[in-house]
């Protein structure tokens, strides 16, 4: 029997130094492809989002010591962590750092191979870079809630925290970026990643609209300009149901799957650029159509004549969907504080070595003796030392 290949990350050790999401998030990520990633926390307080469910899935499979950064031994063993390790995770405003006396080039002084990731709002140069940013804020500089919502009312935000969670995946794609590079150089760099450009970075051609035109994009609903016909219709049994057939080819299939397989011919729809402009009327015979019929009905139609369509899903859709099961993609992870909690899977899947979740989200302090003792080497009398000094 062929021996199992070890994890995509397997040998890699990272310090998650962050709280709430982004830099917890990006830290989890990569120890789901089995990096090993030691959470450094507050001694007696611990990242403010503990207690909270997301916390219990943003630092799943993660260990956790505590550690007083502001404290001259917690620095020390700060460095010590760093000098064993691969990468570091960050999330404190800017400077902040640099003002307990641990920047990462000086990190590098005795670990000139670390990788450091700094997530914040703005980054760390820029004349914002001091301010202070959370999500919401980093969507509305990013300009994605001037474009969400309808013409007539004011923008709204995303409904998922698009800055944070974008920015762990581009701070773990960073990270690995910056490893490959150490490969060639030997050398570690920092990771800079601010919240708002990873919205911005997803915006499409926002901005060679602007560019070419001088005008910004305004609010459309769920039109999207130039993108037709792609719209969402109510069915005659109450559900929201997603069509999009945005190439020529696709539209003529819908065509014929509403049995109106003449409309591509009609001058109302081609050229394509008539269909653009006149993309009122294909998505008014869409509803029509869409409303005579049943959910169950336009997916068994639409399926059969390969028109990209979906209902608009809820979680309680999406934790009995049969297709998220076949993949995984809604797991039962235990929790300290809640017990059992289902929980989104693992992605993107690798085919050789895929990732996994290898435990719950670890109690506040739960791995000292495991990392101070196990990987630095301290002695109980040490530790415990330690401990009634609050450093720890």
């Not at 982004?22 to 989002?49: H, M, R, S, W, Y």
């Not at 207690?51 to 956790?64: E, P």
């Not at 809630?145 to 701070?171: E, K, L, N, Q």
């Not at 609903?221 to 999009?244: C, H, K, M, R, W």
């Amino acid at each position: 029997m062929t021996e199992p290949l070890p994890a995509a990350l397997t040998g890699i050790r990272v310090i998650s130094a962050g709280q709430i999401l982004a830099a917890p998030f990006c830290a989890t990520l990569l120890g789901e492809f089995g990096a090993e990633v030691i959470k450094v926390e507050q001694p007696g307080i611990g990242d403010p989002n503990r207690g909270n469910v997301s916390f219990a899935q943003d630092n799943r499979g993660q260990k956790s010591v505590t550690m007083d950064l502001a404290h001259p031994e917690g620095k020390r063993l700060f460095r010590r962590l760093c000098d064993v390790s691969d990468v570091m995770i960050e999330n404190f405003r800017p400077g902040t750092l640099e003002k307990w006396d641990l920047a990462p080039h000086s990190l590098r002084e005795t670990n000139p191979g670390l990788v450091v990731v700094r997530i914040s709002g703005y980054g760390q140069t820029g004349p914002y870079k001091d301010r202070a940013g959370f999500d919401r804020v980093a969507l509305g500089f990013a300009g994605i809630t001037y474009v969400t919502g309808y013409p007539d009312r004011p923008p709204v935000r995303p409904g998922y925290f698009v800055a944070d969670y974008g920015s762990g995946v581009f701070g773990a794609f960073g990270a690995l970026a910056a490893l490959q590079a150490r490969q060639h150089t030997g050398r570690g760099q920092d990771v800079d990643v601010a919240l708002y450009e990873s919205v911005w970075r997803m915006s499409g051609s926002h901005a060679a609209g602007y560019g070419m035109t001088g005008l910004n994009r305004e609010r459309t609903a769920n039109y999207f300009p130039g993108v037709v016909p792609a719209e969402q219709f109510e069915t005659s049994d109450g559900q929201f149901l997603i069509i999009n057939a945005t190439t020529q080819r696709v539209f003529e299939r819908l065509c014929e799957a509403i049995g109106q397989p003449d409309l591509p011919k009609s001058e109302l729809f081609t050229p394509r650029k008539n269909l653009h402009a006149n993309h009122e009327a294909i998505h008014h015979t869409l509803d029509e159509w869409v409303g005579k019929h049943t959910l169950k009905e336009c997916m068994a139609i639409l399926n059969e004549f390969g028109v990209p369509a979906s209902k608009v899903y809820a979680t309680s859709d999406i934790v009995k969907d049969p297709h998220y099961a076949a993949r995984e993609q809604v797991l039962t992870v235990d929790s300290a504080d809640f017990g059992p909690l289902l929980q989104p899977g693992i992605a993107p899947r690798l085919t050789e070595t895929p990732g996994r979740v290898y435990g719950r989200a670890p109690l506040l302090g739960e791995h000292n003796d495991e990392v101070y003792r196990g990987l630095l080497g301290l002695s109980a009398e040490d530790i415990a030392q330690y401990s009634a000094a609050g450093i720890i």
